[in-house]
Structures are given as structure tokens and as C-alpha cells.
């Protein structure tokens, strides 16, 4: 290697998602303030990055993910000075800061769109995309992605405007050259407050291609200007500032276009999130209708985006965050029960289940993201009521489905499965308080069926089974071992249904390889043997480490790392 991997090759990142993590005003509500409170339990797992979800004026019609004011916090989070205070604490804590970036779209309630809706020819108006009716009806049969058509009429203007998400998130017009000069301001003003880097929400929706849009046909995502625009904003933003971390989410992304988008030569991204491994278990006709978890498809998924990214760009890695089910629930011991048909306890093989994912993904190429709640092993939400949920796509797919005669009960079990509330209950800090720590009165959302049972308090305290502990140790491994940063990734018995093997190598062998074996079944497993023989070592181990003659077989969910005998 002739150049020095960049500092986020060793990186591993924590999602907040602001308004379930620590209400520090009363109001039932995340905030700046609880968030700074509680920075010693991230700070303690040796994470190097906090990614914040939106905390910008929002009105809040997808929790944050609509903007009104991109230079300004909402008051529901707290200040700009609060802001500035939680920066300094983070910075303080050795981490680094990286804000939300919602730019594909704003908030319908954003003075530019106040503006654009004036009429068809004051200036702001170009700043997002509008369509005549045809015949009397929208442009095309393009659907939003939360239900509904992606087009809402203006009676002001007579024209339809484009959204991919609600109605209240009209989206952005990326061939306007004074647009993206906007954003592109905006994101200085905040680099030059302290942050250090962007998670881009749907980022590479940005690029629209007008002909597809006048055809109907679903080409609104990759079109080729999505890498004149990023190497543009590269340009305009990121060029000559040190230390950044940028993430672009690209639902859809495929490997080829992940190497283009992360080449660093071509000054596009650090890392793209892809979603391949996350829709795995999505059915034919939405992801609400829910697959049966397939252990051999996820190998052979995460392994084909670690060889198609081995020579040129960078994986990110994550099993889940706030728009995804919990890790535990969706991956661990209760999924496999319920792929097999039978009844799942939420908390079946917990610790056992959150520590052996945490190990595998953690030993995989690239930079893990760990969502809040998951470094303690949280279940699903376990709602079942309707107006248990928050999530205005829950909401909408809900009223949508039933409306179509599906029965309530099995609706209301496609949510319980998949609903993005899954993610979104609150921390649940300890079992002392009615609100669990989180807060002094009733929060937002429920606390979920986890509480009282799983808590940061208990998990901390649980010694060798903690989860948290188990990250820890996990983050530390990456810390010390450039194997595990930026050694080869081959995945070993791939068509073996239930053990997850692999092995990481340097070519130069400074270090030795190791080998990662993980046990996803209910039942004591011996290793094949070619796995076995290459067991030196135990570095480490959910279970801790084996006696030498109990290394060739595993425990119900047990995941280990050796070295590698080859
Ligand atoms: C991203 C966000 C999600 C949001 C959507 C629209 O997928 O992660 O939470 O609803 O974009 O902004
Ligand atoms: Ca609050």
C-alpha cells in the first residue's frame, strides 16, 4: 500500500436518531440537550463518529426528514446554541460530528418552495420540479415511495409538482445551477461550524432525467448527472477540508455503481449505503409483505459487495437504523424460529443473537454503523394496535392496505414485522422511572415490549453478557487489527445453511489472518472439518473463549474469531 488507508477505514460510526434517545426538556421528546447528557455511553463503546438524523426546523411530517430550514434546529431539538454546545462535548469526547444531509427534497413548508408556488415565473419556481397536467390528470403513473401518487396539484400555479416521499416533502430541482449553489452554501456554513462530514438521504435520487419523467417510466434514480453533481458539491464543499466522513444512502445502488460513486479518484463519496442486503426478506409486492429469513442469500449478498468493492472504493456496513426493523428480531434466533414455522419469543437466545450479528458484521471490510439501541440488544417495537405507531409510512400503508380488504390483523402483523417504528421506541436508559430514563413524562412513542427487560442499565450491568460489552470489545479489535480494517474478505461453506465463516488476510502478512465462525442455529454445531483445521487461536467470542478441545464444534448462536491457520 504506497498511500495510508484513510482515517474512516478503522471508523466505526453510531446513528442517533434525536427524538427517541434522551428528552432533556420534559416535553416527551429527544432533544440536543438529553443527547449531550448521555454522550459518555457512546463515547464509552470507542465509536469515532456520531451521525445525528435530522435536528433541523422541520415541521415534522417524516420526523425531520422535511425541512423548512436547513441553517437552523428545531426548537423541538433545541438551539443553534445548543447545538454549538453539543459539538464541542462530542469533539471534547474524541468523536467527530456528522449531521444529516436532506437535499433531494426540502419541506413544502421551506420559504423556497413558499416561493416556488408563487407563480410559474419567479425564479424560485425552477428550484423544483413541475409538470402540466396531461388530460387532465398527472404527468405520469410514477408512485411515492410512502403510498400515493408522486405528484400533487397546485391550484396557484396549475401544475403538478413532484414529491418521492409525502406529499409535504416536494423535491428538489438539481439542474438548477442557483439551487444547488444554495445547498451548496449551506453545507459550508456547517462544515465551518465544526461538523465533520454528511449522511446524504436518498442521495442518488437527485438526478432526474426529464424525458424519463415525461414517459412514465421509473428511471428517476442514477441517472448519469447524479456524478457531475457530487463531484460538483465535491468540488464546492468537501475539496481541501481534512477528516471529513461522507455516506451517501442510495436505496438501489448496485455493486458496479457503488465502485464508481467511492473510486476516490474520481472525488464523488466516501461510502455509499446499499440496500440489497435489506431486501432480501421484502416480498413480490411490497417490503411490507414480509420473506422468511434466508441465512445463505445475506452470505452470499454482504460477500458479493466485499469482493465487487476488494480493489476500488469502500463498503459501509449496518444491519439496521431508523428505517429498519431491529437486528435482533429480524436476524437472531426469534427469525429463525418463525422461517421454520415455529412460535418466536422476542427473547429467545438475545444476548446470544445481538452478540453473534455484532461479530459478524463487525468483521466484515468496510465501516459498521451501529444504530441506537442495538449495542444493547433491543427487540421489535411489538405493537399491536394501530394507534400504537407513529410512522407516517406505517400510517399510510395501513389505511392503504385495509382499505384494499386486507384483515386488520394480518396488516397490523406485516407492521409488527416491518414498520420503521420497530427502531424508533425510546432508549429505555434503565427500569427505575416510568418512561424508562428517557424521560419525566409519557414519550412520543411507546416504550415497546423490550421494556422493562432490556435496558442499558441491566446490560451494562450483566458482565460477561452484555451486549454492550461485547461492542466494545468488537470496536476495539477494529481499532488494534489492520486485518480486520483492511484485510481480503473470503466467505468459507457459503451454501452451509446456518454457519456464517469467513476469513480476513493480508496480503503482506504482517498480521495474521483470521477466520470468523457463527453458529446461527438453535442446536450445538460441529464445524466442518475444513473450517475446523483452520482454528489457531481464539481472539474472541460471545460465549468467551473455548477450552482447545471444545474449538471444533459451537454453541446455539455462539460466534467466535481465531487466527487463522490457513
Ligand atoms: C431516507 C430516510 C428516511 C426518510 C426518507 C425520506 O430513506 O432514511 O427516514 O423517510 O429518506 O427523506
Ligand atoms: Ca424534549
Not at 1 to 23: C, H, I, K, L, N
Not at 138 to 154: K, L, T, V
Not at 195 to 213: C, E, S, T, W, Y
Not at 421 to 426: E, S, V
Request: proline share 6%; net charge negative; glycine share 8%.
Amino acid at each position: 500500500m504506497d498511500e495510508p488507508e484513510p482515517w474512516w477505514t478503522g471508523a466505526v460510526v453510531y446513528q442517533v436518531y434525536p427524538r427517541s434517545f434522551a428528552d432533556g426538556n420534559g416535553d416527551g421528546i429527544g432533544d440536543l440537550a438529553g443527547l449531550r447528557r448521555r454522550l459518555d455511553h457512546i463515547a464509552d463503546l470507542g465509536v469515532d463518529v456520531v451521525w445525528l438524523s435530522p435536528v433541523y426546523r422541520s415541521p415534522q411530517a417524516d420526523n425531520g426528514y422535511d425541512i423548512s430550514d436547513y441553517e437552523d434546529i428545531d426548537p423541538l431539538f433545541g438551539t443553534l446554541d445548543e447545538f454549538d454546545a453539543l459539538l464541542v462535548e462530542v469533539h471534547r469526547h474524541g468523536m467527530k460530528l456528522v449531521m444529516d444531509l436532506v437535499v433531494n427534497h426540502s419541506s413544502d413548508q421551506h420559504p423556497w418552495f413558499q416561493a416556488a408556488k408563487l407563480s410559474r415565473t419567479c425564479p424560485k419556481h425552477d428550484w423544483y420540479i413541475w409538470r402540466d397536467p396531461v388530460d387532465g390528470h398527472e404527468p405520469n403513473e410514477w408512485r411515492a415511495a410512502f403510498g400515493g401518487p408522486a405528484w400533487s396539484w397546485d391550484p396557484g400555479t396549475g401544475q403538478y409538482y413532484l414529491h418521492m416521499f409525502t406529499p409535504q416533502q416536494p423535491d428538489l430541482n438539481w439542474d438548477n445551477a442557483d439551487m444547488r449553489d444554495a445547498v451548496y452554501t449551506m453545507m459550508n456554513h456547517w462544515l465551518d461550524r465544526g461538523v465533520d462530514g454528511f449522511r446524504m438521504d436518498v442521495i442518488n435520487h437527485i438526478a432526474k432525467d426529464p424525458a424519463a419523467l415525461a414517459d412514465g417510466s421509473a428511471a428517476y434514480v442514477m441517472q448519469p448527472r447524479i456524478h457531475d453533481h457530487l463531484q460538483e458539491m465535491h468540488e464546492r464543499v468537501f475539496a481541501g477540508r481534512d477528516a471529513l466522513l461522507t455516506v451517501g444512502e442510495m436505496p438501489g445502488v448496485t455493486v458496479e455503481d457503488a465502485v464508481l460513486f467511492t473510486d476516490p479518484e474520481r472525488h464523488e463519496l466516501d461510502m455509499v449505503f446499499q440496500f440489497e442486503h435489506v431486501g432480501l426478506d421484502h416480498g413480490p409486492t411490497s417490503k411490507f409483505d414480509n420473506e422468511p429469513f434466508d441465512l445463505v442469500a445475506l452470505k452470499a449478498s454482504l460477500a458479493r459487495w466485499q469482493t465487487g468493492l476488494a480493489d476500488t472504493g469502500w463498503n459501509s456496513l449496518y444491519l439496521a437504523n431508523h428505517d429498519q426493523p431491529r437486528p435482533v428480531s429480524r436476524f437472531g434466533a426469534a427469525a429463525v424460529a418463525a422461517a421454520h414455522g415455529f412460535r418466536a419469543d422476542p427473547f429467545d437466545l438475545r444476548y446470544e443473537s445481538a452478540t453473534l450479528l455484532a461479530t459478524v458484521l463487525h468483521l466484515h471490510r468496510g465501516t459498521p454503523y451501529l444504530y441506537q439501541g442495538d449495542e444493547i440488544g433491543m427487540v421489535n417495537a411489538g405493537f399491536t394496535a394501530i394507534d400504537e405507531y407513529r410512522d407516517v409510512e406505517s400510517l399510510n400503508w395501513f389505511r392503504g392496505a385495509v382499505g384494499r380488504g386486507m384483515p386488520v390483523d394480518d396488516a397490523l402483523q406485516a407492521l409488527a414485522v416491518r414498520s420503521r417504528d420497530n427502531a424508533r421506541t425510546p432508549m429505555p436508559w434503565d427500569d427505575a422511572t416510568p418512561a424508562g430514563g428517557f424521560s419525566d413524562v409519557e414519550p412520543w412513542i411507546g416504550m415497546g415490549q423490550g421494556w422493562p427487560r432490556v435496558t442499558v442499565a441491566s446490560d451494562r450491568a450483566a458482565g460477561d453478557r452484555s451486549v454492550y460489552e461485547h461492542h466494545r470489545r468488537l470496536i476495539a479489535l477494529r481499532h488494534d487489527s489492520r486485518t480486520v480494517r483492511v484485510g481480503d474478505f473470503t466467505l468459507l461453506e457459503a451454501d452451509h445453511a446456518a454457519l456464517w465463516a469467513f476469513t480476513r488476510s493480508l496480503e503482506d502478512a504482517a498480521e495474521p489472518g483470521l477466520v470468523v465462525v457463527a453458529n446461527l442455529s438453535s442446536s450445538r454445531m460441529t464445524l466442518p472439518d475444513a473450517v475446523a483445521e483452520r482454528l489457531g487461536r481464539c481472539v474472541l467470542g460471545n460465549l468467551g473463549v473455548p477450552a482447545p478441545d471444545d474449538a471444533r464444534s459451537l454453541q446455539p448462536w455462539e460466534a467466535r474469531v481465531h487466527e487463522d491457520l490457513g
